[in-house]
């Protein structure tokens, strides 16, 4: 239910720029901001019943928009083998987690395992089936690179997926193979998908229960609202309905349709983009252009080093995905696509700027998911077209050394832009693509104002920005790509209190400490729905 609240003797930041004076303190009044200002301005407010909470120097923001995610994978994450690396520093360490839920699980069942990165392994390699054979011999395994773009299954994972030496590599992926032809147990975008669809699908009554707990990881991150970026099953839908029905949802959601799986049946419907409430809302159509960086399998206009056949791939053919986008901008969607490398992000404008030619839409916000790898022509097209990019603010922390090893450091001068986004005007809203990268808005911050990765090494400085932009790219931004920053997105009177209470004074904090801050409230609609302990 909507709560009353006051917040006294903090520090506001707004999710404004160019604010000219500075707040203390926040009123809130049935769920939505009353008043923002100094503390005898917001106690002006205070009735009976009201709690006012001295907020002891505290920074207080918009509650956090991650504005690319996969909330249902996060949950279902949650209850995976922990593969990411860190904390996993070597295959060995991967092959002994799954080695310790192969002994918890009776023979013949799935084990599925995730966020592994093969550039921070020891070893520098992708595992391989004969790695997974040794976890895991009696079980059929499954391990999913931090991308969920590339995965390695063992021997018997595969031959259920009727993978062999003689299986050609599907449209959209690639098989690899060993000297002698036969699977490695690496597989690489649709061939992956040949091993996943073998795992058994959750129940709706499991994806709701996984919704429930990425809700409560994203909250304690003070993220408040979430765009699921890929909805392609009814018990995808159903399970978001059943939580928002019993407002039972955890965070504010804007779903992305999966143009293959649902467009058709949204269009008899005649379904829209902005179906919904302030809780849940059907948002864009969604498609995926093209792959991961990591994986090689990004469309690239050039090849990548060291490998001059190799520029990526296409996950359909060109034409194909141009009709299919086509069709749901003639529908009134806004669209959006997984575009990475910089020949699928041309494609990408060249396809939006040919369906705004033939059915002309003056705020369409169309998306660019990712929006890595850009070359000045193109944020040229982006601005001129209006066109919205969804970068991942936290990849470059973490995935790095794999972007330089592939693609070297010039071609990565407008990778996840911000500083030049800004400056044009161009309003690119942060994400953290999760379970790709940690759920943590703080982290994803950080390396927008110090382009740090975990190592400390720094990428293009030129491209850092403010904390203020970096809190607005978190927070109104967000808001603003799903056509919401009316509603939510800053502090400000009449708008959602929706609100994040961090641990200190952000303003206080070196740069590259950012990611540690914690959060020691998370508001929605003016209730206290979570609180770190030890948090007063």
């Not at 994972?157 to 050609?168: C, E, H, Q, S, V």
């Amino acid at each position: 239910m909507p709560g009353d609240l006051i917040l006294v003797n903090g520090h506001v930041m707004t999710g404004r720029l160019g604010e000219s004076r500075p707040s203390t303190g926040i009123a809130v009044w049935h769920g939505r901001v009353a008043a923002v200002g100094s503390d005898a301005e917001v106690l002006s407010w205070r009735r009976p019943g009201i709690e006012v909470v001295d907020l002891r120097g505290r920074t207080v923001t918009p509650g956090f928009n991650d504005a690319h995610c996969h909330p249902i994978s996060v949950g279902l994450g949650l209850q995976e083998v922990d593969a990411r690396t860190p904390p996993n520093e070597s295959i060995a360490d991967v092959v002994q987690r799954i080695a310790e839920r192969a002994r918890q699980q009776p023979p013949g069942t799935w084990i599925v395992a995730r966020g592994y990165d093969q550039a921070r392994l020891r070893e520098s390699r992708h595992p391989t089936r004969h790695d997974l054979d040794q976890a895991a011999p009696e079980h059929n395994v499954v391990l999913i690179r931090a991308c969920a773009h590339i995965g390695v299954a063992n021997s018997r994972a595969l031959a259920l997926a009727g993978i062999t030496a003689t299986t050609p590599d599907p449209p959209g992926g690639t098989i690899d193979r060993d000297e002698h032809g036969e699977p490695t147990g690496v597989v690489r975008e649709t061939a992956l998908q040949m091993v996943r669809q073998r795992v058994p699908e959750p129940s709706e009554d499991q994806i709701a229960e996984a919704l429930v707990l990425a809700g409560r990881q994203f909250l304690s991150d003070g993220v408040t609202s979430v765009a699921e970026a890929g909805i392609r099953k009814p018990e995808e839908l159903g399970a978001y309905q059943r939580l928002a029905r019993e407002r039972r949802l955890p965070v504010r959601t804007t779903l992305m349709m999966m143009i293959g799986e649902t467009l058709e049946p949204l269009l008899e419907l005649g379904v829209q983009t902005g179906l919904g409430d302030e809780w849940l809302r059907i948002g864009p159509a969604k498609l995926f252009l093209d792959g991961s960086i990591g994986g090689r399998t990004a469309r690239m206009s050039q090849p990548y080093l060291g490998e001059p056949e190799t520029c990526g791939l296409w996950m359909e053919e060109p034409e194909v995905m141009k009709q299919k986008l086509l069709a749901a901008h003639r529908a009134g969607f806004q669209c959006c696509a997984h575009a990475i490398g910089d020949a699928a992000i041309e494609l990408l404008l060249d396809i939006y700027e040919e369906a705004l030619r033939q059915h002309p839409r003056t705020d369409h916000r169309h998306r660019i998911e990712h929006c890595s790898i850009l070359r000045p022509d193109l944020i040229e097209r982006i601005q001129r077209l209006g066109v919205v990019p969804i970068p991942g603010t936290t990849f470059l922390h973490d995935f790095q050394e794999a972007y330089l090893t592939g693609l070297g450091r010039e071609r990565l001068r407008y990778a996840y832009a911000m500083r030049t986004f800004f400056d044009r005007g161009i309003i690119a809203a942060a994400s953290t693509d999760a379970p790709v990268c940690a759920t943590s808005a703080m982290l994803g911050i950080q390396t927008m104002v110090t382009r740090r990765n975990a190592a400390g090494h720094v990428l293009w400085p030129e491209e850092c920005v403010s904390l203020e932009e970096a809190v607005r790219a978190y927070t109104y931004n967000g808001a603003y790509a799903t056509f919401e920053e009316r509603v939510k997105g800053t502090i400000e009177p009449g708008k959602l209190a929706d609100l994040t209470v961090l641990e200190t004074d952000l303003r206080a904090v070196e740069p590259e400490a950012l990611g540690s801050v914690r959060v020691d409230f998370t508001v929605v609609e003016g209730e206290i729905v979570y609180q770190r302990p030890g948090a007063r």
